[in-house]
């Protein structure tokens, strides 16, 4: 069996890229159609309901475009809406992938690194309880991380007094493992090693996403068949330029022009 529907990616804005840049490397011969929510974001300063029904809006978006499974790459909207989609699809988030892969890896220790909805829901540290509970998982908003990357700021020098100031309580907790939280972090992903040091190791839950998602569309039969034309499309909800301009850090040549449409 196959299934030549492309997959569908949704996030607040840009950072979810990053989730369709390690769903391409691990699924290549799949599509995907990408949704930016770009007039609503930020999703963390939302309350859980209005969260909610953005997340809905938007899986119904991606539903109309004929996908075959949906990732919400949108921590937030993972952290506070998953439990309440109303959908036949397969979906994943990012949080429970990425806490196997943590929980697997980690000696005792778990450092959860996100932005400051995502800590205070604490879904990364229920489920990590729920896969190990003897773990001791430490959380620490990192609010300032997002517009770094999305300035390019990948190693400016204050990139790394910041990440310093932000990190040190977790290394001083001794912490093994260090949990990306938030999809705009991978691109941190060097700097953050440099400063955690070659003990801790990072988990990057976008790629924890697909290894999962492709287990799941291999073992239901969903995978597409390998040979076919390969095409990527991209939605925002406004913005185009800046979407373009911003996004091109995070998937480079791959990004071209989006389409802007109305979500909800």
């Known amino acids: 069996m196959s299934d030549p529907r492309p997959i569908g990616v949704f996030d607040s804005g840009v950072g979810g890229l990053t989730v369709a840049a390690a769903l391409a490397r691990r699924l290549p011969g799949e599509r995907i159609v990408y949704l930016g929510d770009t007039a ?6 939302k309350s859980p309901a209005t969260v909610a029904r953005y997340t809905q809006a938007n899986v119904d978006f991606l539903v109309g475009r004929g996908v075959k499974a949906v990732v919400v790459a949108c921590n937030t909207a993972s952290a506070l809406a998953l439990d309440r989609l109303e959908t036949a699809l397969p979906v994943w988030g990012g949080i429970e992938p990425g806490a196997a892969r943590a929980a697997a890896a980690s000696r005792g220790r778990v450092g959860v690194i996100a932005t400051e909805a995502t800590v205070q829901s604490d879904a990364y540290g229920r489920a990590l309880a729920r896969l190990r509970p003897s773990l001791v998982v430490l959380s620490r908003a990192c609010p300032l991380f997002v517009p770094l990357v999305e300035e390019g700021w990948f190693e400016h020098p204050a990139a790394e007094l910041i990440a310093a100031d932000y990190l040190a309580p977790l290394q001083q907790a001794g912490i093994d ?4 939280g938030c999809t705009h972090y991978p691109l941190l992903r060097p700097l953050l090693q440099r400063v955690m040091g070659p003990g801790v190791r990072l988990i990057d839950s976008g790629e924890a996403t697909a290894e999962a998602l492709a287990a799941t569309l291999r073992a239901e039969g969903l995978e597409a068949l390998p040979g076919g034309e390969v095409f990527h499309r991209f939605a925002v909800s406004d913005d185009e ?4 301009q911003v996004g091109s850090r995070f998937i480079g040549d791959r990004l071209g022009a989006a389409e802007v449409v109305g979500v909800g």
């Open 40 to 45: 609503r974001l930020p999703y963390g300063t």
């Open 177 to 180: 493992v260090l949990v990306l």
């Open 241 to 244: 330029a800046r979407f373009r």
